[in-house]
T-cell receptor
């Protein structure tokens, strides 16, 4: 079983839709959770950074972490064509083992 | 504020050669991590440097090595290149070691032929 599982998609939605992206994980030691957006031929861009369980909102983006279920989500409201990209979840134990473990990414296309 | 800068952006090398990639972190950031991204394996952690010392290492063979200079700039070296080393190599910058909030550069696309 992989440490982090992420549905690769592809996911195609109309402009203005609410998008839900998810990851599950098996390592209960993960405490830091991140979402990155990666456009084609670019490096990953940090979108959301959260510690432990709970919700965090930033503009049209909301990140949710449920440590009891080992499940994290990213919601995108009022999706735009410019949101079309690959979305990667990443996690870390922190402390002395702070390397990031990534999901494989979900390819999202928002159609005008 | 300038972001993470990686050079070169693209490289084509022959099997058996070696290659050196460079990364300049965000100004003030002292930790540099390296990742390999391939379609099959996704993003995988190579190693992390802080204060010119390797602090953490992933599961890659010894052909992959790196170093960090006193100005926090880092280089990654791959010796005896194999076809399977073809990948996007990404550098991530953090304020300090153990800080999981990492910012990535654009990457170096390495093709081994």
């Amino acid at each position: 079983q992989k440490e982090v599982e992420q549905d690769p998609g592809p996911l195609s939605v109309p402009e203005g839709a609410i998008v839900s992206l998810n990851c599950t994980y098996s390592n209960s030691a993960f405490q830091y959770f991140m979402w990155y957006r990666q456009y084609s031929r670019k490096g990953p861009e940090l979108l959301m950074y959260t510690y432990s369980s709970g919700n965090k909102e930033d503009g049209r983006f909301t990140a949710q972490v449920d440590k009891s279920s080992k499940y994290i989500s990213l919601f995108i409201r009022d999706s735009q064509p410019s949101d079309s990209a690959t979305y990667l979840c990443a996690m870390s134990e922190g402390g002395s083992n702070y390397k990031l473990t990534f999901g494989k990414g979900t390819l999202l296309t928002v159609n005008p | 504020k300038a972001g993470v800068t990686q050079t070169p952006r693209y490289l084509i090398k022959t099997r058996g050669q070696q290659v050196t990639l460079s990364c300049s972190p965000i100004s003030g950031h002292r930790s540099v991590s390296w990742y390999q991204q391939t379609p099959g394996q996704g993003l995988q952690f190579l190693f992390e440097y802080f204060s010119e010392t390797q602090r953490n290492k992933g599961n890659f063979p010894g052909r992959f090595s790196g170093r960090q200079f006193s100005n926090s700039r880092s280089e990654m070296n791959v010796s005896t290149l194999e076809l399977g080393d073809s990948a996007l190599y990404l550098c991530a910058s953090s304020l300090k070691s153990g800080n999981t909030e990492a910012f990535f550069g654009q990457g170096t696309r390495l093709t081994v032929v």
